[in-house]
């Protein structure tokens, strides 16, 4: 169990806002590592550095060994890490089925193997089976979150990277997502998840990391994070 | 009978509006620009295939396939050194730089191949088709036009729709972060999407002059801006739109012509522009944005 991800010293500016701290963190192979916080902590930020929509100042970004804080985002994937985008931003004006075969974009090994994956995820989320000829602006918040999802799972990562999967969902469904999520994970993904619901996110992770205005406030494994006292006001409500 | 031959001419000139207006429509759906040198770029490629016929000998469609060939490199270069400097500079800029792209061309034909006009000699060699004992003559140019242009808008399709580079385009041009976490380079899809573009310029200059045979270094800019205008009229950004827009941009400029004034058609033109954006400012078949978020 090597560390897969691993996040050094990094800091990330907007104009001048100095929006990420000096953050480190790793996620180790097959765990479940939450970052939490609220809104405007700097979560979507890191979650673009990492997957290399947006570069940082300085600190190093590595995957699986190779450093990859200035590699183009197309790159990136291609190493096997995929971003679930916060909003899920599904192509809207393509079909259910055309946002998944984009996902297996960057898959050299023939339509026959990705049209069995197709299949696999159909059975996985049966809902976008029924929908696969349906534009993907037409789902329900949901469908499109499972959508999301979907399309990132069809190049076959090593790690998934969920920005705010809960995102504008009702609890049933978050349910379902987060029973999405810990499936893909006991197949063998490994899962950095960014979420401002932190009950849920804490109840599944293996450990947490706490952002607050650009920098880790506190870390730990999540069940001791979700007992802790501080944590429980800030973040739980109780 | 008549007013018969005059719709097939216009959907004729239609047809080239509409391969031009792709250009448009396609570079501002992936690259979020008006690329004002489009127009130009088919004149370059009309002088191309001029000179490919006239001055060296060539065979019409080889000089039309150098032409393309020579356009898409064009089109390549333009985007690589005129706007991929600018990218995330405001739309004014990129705006600004395509204009003078477009006096840059037109100039830099001046130079070359000077100011008077060149009487470009059609490609064509089909016979005109007569149908009602006489009384409708179809061009061969009017033929050759509308069939070129249909199977071109076919296959841009089938490209677009049906293959995955085509479907990387659809996904660059709604969102190009997502388009870029599923992998997909940007910088390369814009650049094909230039590319496209300017071969497609390349056939319409070919079937334009050859329909109206004189080629001189601003030979372009109307057509292009007719061509834009076709592109919005349509609703910019959408392919079918543009094809629509373009083919009744041409059927009602030709019908102008015949029954209101020769000298105002172009007003009458630009005037339906105008009301149409009035009436449905995304155009004709433009994206409405239902999303549920």
């Known amino acids: ?238 | 009978m008549e007013f018969l031959s005059y719709l097939i001419n216009g959907i004729s000139l239609g047809s080239v509006y509409a391969i031009i207006a792709l250009g448009y429509t396609m570079v501002y759906g992936i690259a979020k620009m008006l690329n004002f040198a489009h127009g130009d770029v088919i004149m370059v490629g009309s002088y191309l295939v001029f000179i490919g016929i006239n001055q060296m000998g060539i065979p019409p469609l080889v000089a039309i396939i150098i032409s393309m060939v020579a356009c898409t490199l064009l089109g390549i270069i333009i985007e690589r050194f005129a706007y991929k400097p600018l990218r995330g500079a405001s739309s004014l800029a990129v705006l600004i730089t395509a204009i003078g792209v477009s006096y840059l061309l037109q100039n830099l034909a001046l130079l070359f191949w000077g100011s008077d006009p060149k009487s470009f000699t059609s490609v064509v060699t089909i016979p005109p088709l007569k149908l009602a004992n006489g009384q409708l003559v179809i061009s061969g140019e009017t033929i050759v036009t509308i069939v070129t242009s249909t199977v071109i808008m076919i296959g841009l399709m089938l490209f677009v729709n049906r293959t995955k580079v085509g479907n990387a385009m659809l996904a660059v041009s709604e969102d190009k972060g997502a388009a870029q976490l599923m992998g997909i380079n940007v910088n390369y899809t814009i650049a094909l999407t230039f590319a496209i573009g300017s071969a497609l310029a390349a056939v319409a200059g070919v079937l334009l002059c050859s329909a109206y045979p004189t080629l001189q270094p601003t030979t372009g800019a109307m057509p292009g801006i007719k061509a834009f205008t076709a592109a919005v009229f349509g609703g910019i950004g959408s392919i079918p739109g543009a094809m629509l827009g373009g083919v009744l941009l041409g059927i009602i400029e030709i019908l102008s012509k015949a029954y209101i004034s020769t000298q105002l058609a172009d007003a009458i033109v630009f005037a339906v522009l105008i009301v149409v954006l009035l009436v449905r400012p995304t155009g004709l078949l433009g994206k409405k944005i239902n999303e549920k978020v």
């Open chain 1, 1 to 238: 169990m090597g560390e897969m991800l691993q996040v050094k010293n990094l800091n990330v500016f907007y104009g001048s806002i100095h929006a990420i701290k000096d953050i480190s963190f790793h996620v180790n192979e097959g765990e479940i590592v939450t970052l939490i916080g609220a809104n405007g902590a700097g979560k979507t930020t890191t979650m673009h550095t990492i997957s290399g929509l947006l570069k940082p100042k300085t600190g190093e970004v590595s995957f699986l060994g190779n450093p990859i804080t200035q590699m183009e985002a197309h790159k990136i994937i291609r190493l096997g890490l995929s971003q679930v985008p916060e909003g899920r931003r599904v192509f809207s004006h393509l079909t259910v089925q055309e946002n998944l075969t984009l996902g297996a974009y960057t898959r050299k090994d023939g339509s026959a193997a990705v049209a069995n994956d197709l299949e696999r995820i159909f059975e996985r989320l049966p809902r976008l089976k029924e929908r696969r000829k349906q534009q993907a602006g037409t789902l329900s918040g949901g469908e499109q979150q499972m959508l999301a999802i979907g399309r990132a799972l069809m190049c076959k990562p090593k790690m998934l990277l969920l920005d705010e999967p809960s995102m504008g969902l009702s609890p049933l469904l978050v349910k379902e997502i987060f029973k999405i999520i810990q499936d893909v994970n006991q197949e063998g993904v490994t899962i950095l998840l960014v979420e401002q619901n932190a009950k849920m996110a804490l109840e599944i992770a293996d450990r947490a990391y706490v952002l607050e205005t650009g920098t880790i406030k506190m870390e730990g494994p999540a069940d001791e994070l979700a007992n802790n006292i501080e944590i429980r006001k800030a973040y739980l409500g109780c």
